[in-house]
């Protein structure tokens, strides 16, 4: 006789660590930023769209499946962390996207994007110090 679902041994959640949460957030931006740029990749040539085009377009899907598997890591990341520390890393993508938009697509980078990056980095910085426990 097969024992129910139920008596089974339940698998034990282990939360992650405080820098295990950080780490994955950072992924994340990296992450996203990357599917940013891949779905601006499979859009670039495209004059109008139809359903078609999108679905076999390989860049847009490719941005769109990894913006999905960032999201599933975000949720693990968030389950554990505290999201007054956690969620300003996530600003870290508009940094990313603004450099890979000037390496990738020629985008200027102008001193107001400088700028802005820093106000980024100071701005999670120090969000980061606020939160870090004594």
Known sequence: MISPASSLPQPQHRPFTRMQSIVLVFICTILGAA??????????????????????????MSGYCLYGVNTLLLMLALRDGELSMLYPIIALTFVWVTMLSAYFFGEPLSLGKIAGIMVIVGGVTVMGRASAKP
């Open 35 to 60: 599917a940013q740029v891949l779905m601006k990749t499979g859009v670039n040539g495209m004059d109008h769209l139809n359903l078609m085009r999108v679905a076999t377009n390989i860049p847009l």
